[in-house]
C-alpha cells in the first residue's frame, strides 16, 4: 500500500513528544489496542503532526486520524471543527470517542474501529 506524506510544521515535533510523554489515561489504555500493528496489520502513531496540528492517532496507509475528547478539549469546540475540516479536505478521515467511552466501553470502541478499517481498507 502506497503511503502519502504529509507535511508538517517542524515546530510541532517538539509539543508532540510532550504530548506522547504526557498522555491521557483514555490515550494510554487506547494505545494499547491500536500500538504494534494489532488492527488488521495496519501501523498506527501517536500524537502525530499533521500540516499545522497534531492528532492523537494516525494512520497512513488508511489516512485514518482517530481522536480521544477529554477535558482538554473543552472550551475548543470550534477550534476542533475547524481543524478536523481542514485535515478532511487533505483527505484524511476521522474517528472521535470521548475519553468516557475509551474508559468504560473499549470493546465498543475497538469494534468502531476494527469495522471502519475493514470497511475502507483496500483491496
Same mark, same amino acid.
Given at each position: ?33 491500536? #500500538? ?5 496489520? &495496519?501501523?498506527?502513531? $501517536? @500524537? !502525530?503532526? %499533521? ?5 492523537? /492517532? ?13 477535558? #482538554? ?5 470550534? &477550534?476542533?471543527?475547524? $481543524? @478536523? !475540516?481542514? %485535515? ?5 478521515? /476521522? ?29
Amino acid at each position: 500500500m502506497i503511503k502519502k506524506f504529509i507535511p508538517y510544521d517542524p515546530k510541532l515535533k517538539e509539543r508532540a513528544r510532550n504530548l506522547r510523554l504526557n498522555s491521557t489515561l483514555a490515550e494510554i489504555l487506547l494505545w494499547k489496542y491500536l #500500538s504494534g500493528k494489532q488492527l488488521e496489520g &495496519y501501523k498506527f502513531h $501517536r @500524537q !502525530k503532526p %499533521l500540516y499545522r496540528y497534531i492528532v492523537d /492517532f494516525f494512520c497512513s496507509e488508511l489516512m485514518l486520524a482517530i481522536e480521544v475528547d477529554g477535558i #482538554s478539549h473543552d472550551g475548543k469546540i470550534h &477550534y476542533d471543527n475547524q $481543524r @478536523q !475540516k481542514f %485535515l478532511e479536505s487533505n483527505d484524511i478521515k /476521522f474517528l472521535r470517542f470521548t475519553e468516557n467511552q475509551v474508559k468504560c466501553h473499549m470493546e465498543g470502541v475497538w469494534e468502531v474501529i476494527n469495522d471502519w478499517i475493514k470497511h475502507h481498507k483496500e483491496g
